[in-house]
């Protein structure tokens, strides 16, 4: 079984800085998928961005596009989610998700196979 375990969420101001960790525990492989994804109450979950492990592409929801950084270690079983510029829309707990094997990613959460804990952020305004 995959693990992910999540770190780095916390209080920021409007327009601070924040960054992500997840740890990931067992096999990836190239075409894993490695997604990022937030629900703030009452609202849905959304697609934040995911990148491939072999780091060949990486997809944004347009709502962080320009903000938010996705990146990986491989070395580390890692992926990060670096978040800039944030706004008190970004609140929200912060999940990571692996898809074992797609050439595709996948924005919707029902394609990933394995889950966080979620991480909470809190932009202040």
């Known amino acids: 079984q995959v693990q992910l375990v999540e770190s780095g969420g916390g209080l920021v101001q409007t327009g601070g800085s924040l960054r992500l960790s997840c740890a990931v525990s067992?096999?990836?492989?190239?075409?894993?998928?490695m997604g990022w994804f937030r629900q703030a109450p009452g609202k849905e979950r959304e697609f934040v961005g995911a990148?491939?492990?072999?780091?060949?592409?990486?997809r944004y929801a347009d709502s962080v596009k320009g903000r938010f950084t996705i990146s990986r270690d491989n070395a580390k079983n890692t992926v990060y989610l670096q978040m800039n510029s944030l706004k008190p829309e970004d609140t929200a707990v912060y999940t990571c998700?692996?898809?074992?094997?797609?050439?595709?990613?996948?924005?919707?959460?029902?394609?990933?196979?394995?889950w966080g804990q979620g991480t909470q952020v809190t932009v202040s305004s």
């Open positions: 067992g096999r990836t492989f190239s075409s894993s998928v």
């Open positions: 990148i491939k492990w072999s780091g060949a592409s990486t």
């Open positions: 998700a692996v898809e074992r094997n797609s050439l595709y990613i996948s924005s919707s959460g029902r394609e990933y196979d394995y």
